[in-house]
Nanobody, 116 residues
Framework: VRLVESGGGYVPAGGSLRLSCAASGSIFSVFAPQDWGWYRQAPGNQRELVASITSSKSTHYADSVNGRFTISRDNSRKMVWLQMNSLKPDDTAVYYC????????WGQGTQVTVSS
């Protein structure tokens, strides 16, 4: 299974981006039962979990992004998305997705840069 993140870019503060994560090679029975999350890592910082979604589609967000980010998933397509609105310069980081409880090898991530 390979995780492929995409959708990052360079946006001004207040802008929006939608990140996508594809679990390439994963079969439905492996993807669907897992809880999935979006993480980010800014230069000099540890990787942090910013949003998660359970197999029953319950969601949870870090305080720093609550109300601005929305995580969603489609089991049939084996994909997870992160809609990011009202972006701030502090959101600048490389964003990754992964399974919460049975993490796979990390993908390359997608760079998000928010200008002030």
């Amino acid at each position: 299974v390979r995780l492929v993140e995409s959708g990052g870019g360079y946006v001004p503060a207040g802008g929006s981006l939608r990140l996508s994560c594809a679990a390439s090679g994963s079969i439905f029975s492996v993807f669907a039962p897992q809880d999935w999350g979006w993480y980010r890592q800014a230069p000099g910082n540890q990787r942090e979990l910013v949003a998660s979604i359970t197999s029953s589609k319950s969601t949870h967000y870090a305080d720093s992004v609550n109300g601005r980010f929305t995580i969603s998933r489609d089991n049939s397509r084996k994909m997870v998305w992160l809609q990011m609105n009202s972006l701030k310069p502090d959101d600048t980081a490389v964003y990754y997705c992964n399974s919460l409880k049975q993490p796979l090898e990390w993908g390359q991530g997608t760079q998000v840069t928010v200008s002030s």
